[in-house]
């Protein structure tokens, strides 16, 4: 069998390789700010947004970040990621400042916002319907479980049907959502997985994005495992589970991310997804066994 890559998906709409460049919008998250809760998810330590590029401008941040990859890629077309935090939680104007700002990058041939399914106001929506006119608008969904007892647990502070109608509300708007999920949350199992992967699927979810749960200082989930409450997978366990998502992913979802690299000053667990490298190709190798392939529909 074969599954949709993000690779394959950005070479026929853009027609060549397309490098994701990271940046930082600024905003805080209303899960640490008292909104909902101060405490945010016990997975999280800084939003997701270690891998940020600097700058004072947006334009700024696409430019530093070009500057590293130079020697990594020759791509020419970029994707403007708005990764840190949750990047739909400001002042419809300002948001439309940045935005713009990105869209309007010569390098720049689409827009991925990072944000929560409960910070999505109509007039919100309306903006990023407006600006996919002129680019494409991605918005990226933190999900995470379909379980709400974990939810609860790791404080996530929204429920599933907020997630269902944030989908709905953006797939009317013609607007394109990838939703992440993590594979190792503490109590979930093969069977929550594939509960979670299916509920994505089944609520219009364009993209997928596969993480690995990562434990990092300065978290509550941190304090959890080094009091003993749980432990993380391994590195075959892991790649156990991929395999049996991607052979359960309907073929017209793309693949985003297979896993994730945690900044290495920050995780404590596990020590295996440091090295990414040998994670890609342990994880590739079982995937041509199981012939588990990247290719075309069928």
Not at 263 to 279: E, F, H, S, Y
């Amino acid at each position: 069998m074969s599954y949709y890559s993000l690779n394959q998906y950005l070479r026929e709409t853009f027609g060549e390789k397309v490098y994701k460049l990271s940046l930082d919008g600024g905003m805080i998250c209303p899960n640490r700010d008292g909104k909902i809760s101060f405490g945010g998810c016990s997975f999280c330590a800084d939003g997701s947004g270690q891998f940020t590029a600097c700058g004072d401008t947006i334009f700024q941040q696409i430019e530093n970040a070009k500057e590293l990859l130079k020697n990594k890629t020759d791509c020419k077309k970029f994707i403007a990621y708005f990764q840190s935090y949750t990047n739909t939680y400001a002042p419809v104007e300002y948001l439309k400042e940045i935005f713009t700002e990105a869209i309007l990058h010569p390098d720049i041939v689409a827009v991925s916002i990072g944000t929560r399914p409960d910070c999505l106001p109509d007039d919100v929506l309306d903006l990023l319907e407006e600006l996919n006119k002129f680019k494409p608008i991605w918005v990226e969904l933190g999900f995470q479980t379909s379980n709400e007892n974990t939810a609860k647990s790791f404080n996530r502070g929204y429920d599933n049907s907020v997630y269902k109608k944030a989908v709905k509300s953006l797939k009317s708007r013609q607007i394109y959502v990838v939703s992440h999920m993590i594979v190792g949350l503490p109590g979930e199992y093969f069977e929550d997985y594939v509960k979670t992967l299916n509920f994505m699927c089944e609520s219009d979810s364009d993209g997928i994005k596969i993480q690995l749960l990562h434990v990092l200082k300065g978290t509550k989930l941190a304090e959890e495992y080094e009091k003993g409450k749980f432990k993380c997978l391994e590195k075959d366990e892991y790649i156990d589970v991929v395999c049996e998502l991607l052979r359960r992913t309907p073929q017209t979802v793309v693949i985003h991310r297979l896993t994730g690299d945690g900044d290495k000053r920050l995780t404590i667990a596990p020590k295996w997804c440091l090295n990414k490298k040998d994670v890609l190709n342990s994880l590739n190798k079982t995937l041509r066994e199981r012939k588990i392939m990247q290719g075309e529909l069928i």
